[in-house]
């Protein structure tokens, strides 16, 4: 039996500048029985390279390199089926933990054998001198930021009553992050439960499967996450083509990914009604918070001319697609604009105004 | 070799009641050597067994029956495959044909070696009470009316650039019926060309194939069948759910053939754009004139709580027919009100007033 508490798999793509000291970072976590699987996902650039390089000599880090391209859910997955430890968590390449966090959480899970740890808190950067090691940031410069809706005082099982957890799950009990949660790795693997093929949304898809089969589900409050905010926004203003289809390409494949988690649910198998009603929450938020600002940023014209686009709709709709693709224009097109006044949660204003509203310290709910 | 020059096709479903009359008009073509072949659908009375009876003796005409109902596409298909003629032509069970029509196709069609002859325009009766045999009526209660937008006044050739052939299609120039037409069989055969298997809007797509494709083209003008009219505005309580499933359907179904008719002619490889102005043609069509009027009148709750309307979308779409019937359905709540006058040109009076213009016009 391998004595390794928590393993970190963090996929990775095009992260050549800052995966090592972000690898650094990880590794002086006051939890030592720890592992770092490194999955490169097929980056043109040297991240591969640099990381076998930087690696060489500690057997602690693991790295590994996916032989085509295919999102961060199919990297994960590869780091979950070589990871040896007994909990598993997921780190993106960018972002980091505070030291004690593994140290805490694990105990935490430990105290209940969990099969999910679900941490309700994460804190987000508010610097304007971004460090390459998040951890040596000054608490002036991180926020809380609170991303459940219900928030317990100590670790606390939640109930097994699949109702209430679905109920909740519509409510916003449960953020659908997977970097603020440890999982038990053979929980994982005896439900078999992956990250599917989509590129955005499978970390929620992923999140409702645990919810769905574990037994122990642990929530508890706090703040050891650490994401990495962008001090100004890289997006606004430059949505592509192929942003657009990538968010159509979900939004046509998360009914099909959402239905294929209920389906494994005994309770969904009583209780169908939910199918539609998560399905319809899923597809509908997709679409409102990325498909439609894509298209909108894009505009008809150029969205009309992408191969990219076309190829989404053509996959899916085969010969008649282009009846839908207009349907999807025309019925997109009197939609608003996305209130750029309401602000990117990825940039530094977006936050000043908050830290402004509930003043420095405060814990942020979002 | 066979020495019939046109084969006409005739599906005929529950048609006791006309459709000898329409067949006496084709026997009475001054092209004596054509065969008729006429398809029951199916038909639920003793359609069948009454024109069996009638025609026993006329080895111009034989009746075949379809192994199902399936509708005219699926009925004229099959009767292509028995077909022998040099073209093929089609007629409907209710309509009627003038005497010397057949003769004078031919002829352009010999004249020319086309692969298609099409005819502008039809006859449309003209009467307070409509004969069961419209071959009845005096031609000056037969109203001419042009089908084609800017129709020619003389026979031509049309152009052999398919650009310039879509572009005329999608002003209208030349409509979709599919009689009124001869196709050499030939052609129809190498060509692979046949009925998409739809209940409505399969001789448009057909007709439109045999446009892409035809080296020879030609057309003339001419108003030479008869085409009934009900004489009333009997669909308006039709404008039910049913009926907006029925048009969605077919819709949905122009969406899948139009492409591939296309895929099979080189030149849209290069002109891709032509697929999508077909397709805004034939769904504004579909939108404003047939579904449009329905579904204002139905409301969208009632229409996307029809179970008939949500099974068309879940055949077509799978797990996305919730968000594409959403979308279609946002789409349609913000048509402006469209006027329902489908039935307009089934009425007495329109076509009275039309021709009564007409007479004037030519006494002048």
């Known amino acids: ?227 990495r905010n962008e001090i100004e926004s890289l997006s606004r203003g430059k949505v592509t083509p192929a942003f657009l289809a990538k968010t159509l390409r979900t939004l046509f494949r998360i009914s099909e990914c959402m239905r294929a988690v209920l389906e494994t649910s005994d309770f969904v198998a009583d209780n169908p009604q939910y199918i539609d009603i998560v399905l319809e929450k899923c597809t509908s938020s997709l679409d409102k918070n990325y498909v439609t600002p894509a298209y909108k940023k894009l505009g008809r014209e150029a969205a009309e001319k992408s191969a990219e686009v076309d190829t989404v709709f053509r996959e899916l709709f085969g010969a008649g697609s282009a009846y839908i693709k207009k349907l999807f224009f025309d019925a997109h097109d009197p939609l608003p604009a996305p209130d750029e006044s309401a602000g990117d949660m990825n940039t530094y204003a977006f936050w000043e105004k908050m830290v402004e509203k509930y003043g420095q310290g405060a814990v942020i709910e979002i | 070799m066979s020495n019939i020059k046109v084969s006409v096709i005739m599906p005929m479903y529950n048609a006791k009641k006309l459709v000898s009359y329409s067949i006496n008009s084709l026997l009475a073509q001054t092209l004596k050597e054509i065969e008729i072949i006429v398809v029951d659908d199916k038909s639920t009375d003793d359609t069948y067994a009454y024109c069996k009876e009638l025609y026993r003796d006329e080895p111009r005409v034989r009746i075949v029956l379809a192994e199902k109902n399936g509708g005219p596409g699926e009925a004229r298909t099959l009767g292509i495959s028995l077909a022998v003629g040099e073209y093929i032509t089609f007629l409907d069970s209710d309509d009627g044909i003038m005497p010397e029509a057949l003769e004078c196709m031919y002829a352009e069609a010999k004249k020319y070696n086309a692969d298609v002859v099409h005819t502008t325009g039809i006859l449309i009766p003209v009467a307070k009470s409509m004969p069961d045999d419209l071959m009845s009526l005096p031609e000056n209660r037969l109203c001419p009316t042009t089908q084609d937008k800017n129709a020619t006044t003389e026979t031509v050739v049309l152009s052999s650039d398919i650009g310039k052939r879509m572009d005329g299609w999608l002003m209208h120039m030349y409509q979709g019926n599919v009689w009124g037409k001869l196709f050499r069989r030939e052609f129809l055969v190498d060509n692979e060309i046949v009925f998409p298997k739809m209940k409505m809007m399969e001789d448009i797509i057909y007709s439109l194939k045999a446009l892409l494709t035809a080296k020879t083209y030609v057309q003339m003008p001419g108003n030479f069948i008869i085409y009934r009219i009900t004489n009333e505005s009997t669909s308006r309580g039709k404008r039910n759910t049913a009926f907006v499933a029925k048009l969605l359907r077919v819709m949905l179904q122009t969406n899948i053939e139009i492409p591939k008719c296309f895929n099979s002619v080189d030149y849209f490889e290069d002109h891709p754009e032509y697929i999508t102005k077909t397709m805004k043609v034939l769904t504004a069509v579909g939108e404003t004139m047939y579904v449009g009027p329905a579904y204002q009148k139905l409301g969208r709750e009632t229409v996307e709580q029809d179970p008939i309307v949500r099974a068309v979308w879940e055949d077509f779409f799978g797990l996305q027919a919730d968000y594409v019937s959403d979308l279609w359905y946002r789409n349609m709540d913000r048509l402006p009100p469209v006027a329902d006058n489908l039935d307009m040109y089934d009425t007495y009076e329109y076509w009275e007033k039309k021709l009564e213009e007409h007479l004037a016009k030519e006494s002048e």
């Open chain 1, 1 to 227: 039996m391998s004595d390794i508490m928590v393993s970190i798999v963090i996929p990775m793509y095009k992260a050549s500048s800052f995966i090592v000291e972000c690898v650094g970072a990880l590794c002086r976590q006051t939890l030592k029985e720890t592992e770092i699987i490194l999955v490169d996902d097929c980056s043109p650039d040297d991240t591969y390279e640099k990381c076998v390089n930087a690696f060489r000599d500690d057997n602690r880090v693991t790295v590994i390199r996916q032989e085509k391209n295919g999102g961060p859910g199919k990297a994960r997955n590869t780091g979950i089926k070589r990871a040896k430890g007994k909990y598993i968590a997921f780190v993106d390449a960018d972002d980091s933990y505070v030291l004690t966090a593994l140290e805490e959480m694990a105990a935490a899970a430990e105290r209940f054998n969990a099969d999910v740890l679900h941490v309700s808190g994460a804190f987000v950067t508010f610097t304007k001198n971004m460090p390459m090691d998040l951890t040596t940031l000054p608490d002036d410069e991180l926020i809380k930021m609170q991303l459940d809706r219900e928030v317990f005082d100590s670790p606390t099982l939640i109930t097994n009553d699949m109702k209430q957890r679905l109920d909740d799950w519509l409510a916003h009990f449960y953020h659908w992050n997977v970097w603020s949660k440890l999982f038990r790795r053979e929980f994982l693997l005896e439900h078999e439960i992956f990250f599917k093929d989509l590129s955005l949304s499978e970390d929620k898809n992923f999140c409702l499967n645990c919810l769905l089969h574990a037994d122990k589900y642990v929530k508890m409050k706090g703040f050891y996450y650490i994401y």
